[in-house]
C-alpha cells in the first residue's frame, strides 16, 4: 500500500527566505501531483510532474521530482505572504494518494 | 460558467438523519470522485467512478453510497448519519481513461452531524 508522507506539518517562515517541502512515497511511481489549498477554500493543481528528473517552476515556486529516491521536493524562493497556504502532494498509485500537507505561513 | 460545483456548500444535520451531498460537472470528465478532508488526515478518497453506472470503493467507503446515473452528476448519500462523518466533502473529476490523471476539485460542502 502506498503511503505519502510530507514534512514538515508546519512551517512558518519569513518573508524573502528560502526553504523546501518535501513529498517521501513508499512504492514505486512517477506521477506526481502538487496542489495549494488556501483556508476554507477548495485544492487548486499547482504542478503535474510525470517523469523522473521532472523540474517545474511557476513564480517562486519550483517542484522536481526523483523517482529513484520516491522524492519530491517544492522550493519556495524568497516567500511572499500571498504564498501563505496549505501544500499536498498526491502521488500516483492506481489512484491519487494524499500526503497530509504542509500548512504555510509567511510573516513579514 | 463550465465548472465543478457542489451543494449545499453547509450542511448540518442530525445523527441518524440522511444526507446527499450533490456534484455536478460540465466538463464531461470520465472520472470523479468523492474525498473527506479531516484535520491530520489530508485528502482520504470515499468512492470514485470511471464513467455513468460504474462506481468503486475507495479507502474510506464504509457509511456511504454513491450513483452515478448521469456522467455530470456523483451524488453522495450518508444513509444514517453519524458524528464521525462531520467533515469537509470535496468532489474532483479528471478526463481520460485511467484514474490518476490531474484532479479538479470542487469548492467542498462542509458538514456537521450533531
Known amino acids: 500500500e502506498l503511503k505519502v508522507e510530507q514534512n514538515p506539518l508546519f512551517l512558518s517562515m519569513q518573508e524573502g527566505k528560502n526553504y523546501t517541502i518535501y513529498c517521501n512515497y513508499s512504492?514505486?511511481?512517477?506521477?506526481l501531483y502538487w496542489y495549494r489549498q488556501d483556508p476554507g477554500k477548495s485544492l487548486e493543481s499547482l504542478f503535474v510532474l510525470l517523469s523522473n528528473g521532472a523540474v517545474k517552476q511557476e513564480g517562486r515556486l519550483m517542484a522536481s521530482l526523483d523517482t529513484k529516491a520516491r522524492l519530491s521536493t517544492l522550493h519556495i524562493t524568497a516567500a511572499v505572504h500571498d504564498l501563505s497556504a496549505t501544500y499536498f502532494c498526491a502521488v500516483v498509485s492506481d489512484k491519487l494518494i494524499f500526503g497530509t500537507g504542509t500548512r504555510l505561513q509567511v510573516f513579514p | 460558467d463550465a465548472g465543478i460545483t457542489q451543494s449545499p456548500r453547509y450542511k448540518i444535520t442530525e445523527t441518524g438523519r440522511q444526507v446527499t451531498l450533490m456534484c455536478h460537472q460540465t466538463w464531461s470528465h470520465s472520472y470523479m470522485f468523492w474525498y473527506r478532508q479531516d484535520l491530520g488526515h489530508g485528502l482520504r478518497l470515499i468512492y470514485y467512478s470511471a464513467a455513468a453506472d460504474i462506481t468503486d470503493k475507495g479507502e474510506v467507503p464504509d457509511g456511504y453510497v454513491v450513483s452515478r446515473s448521469k456522467t455530470e452528476n456523483f451524488p453522495l448519500t450518508l444513509e444514517s448519519a453519524t458524528r464521525s462523518q462531520t467533515s469537509v466533502y470535496f468532489c474532483a473529476s479528471s478526463e481520460g481513461t485511467v484514474s490518476y490523471n490531474e484532479q479538479f476539485f470542487g469548492p467542498g460542502t462542509r458538514l456537521t452531524v450533531l
Open positions: 512504492t514505486t511511481s512517477d506521477r
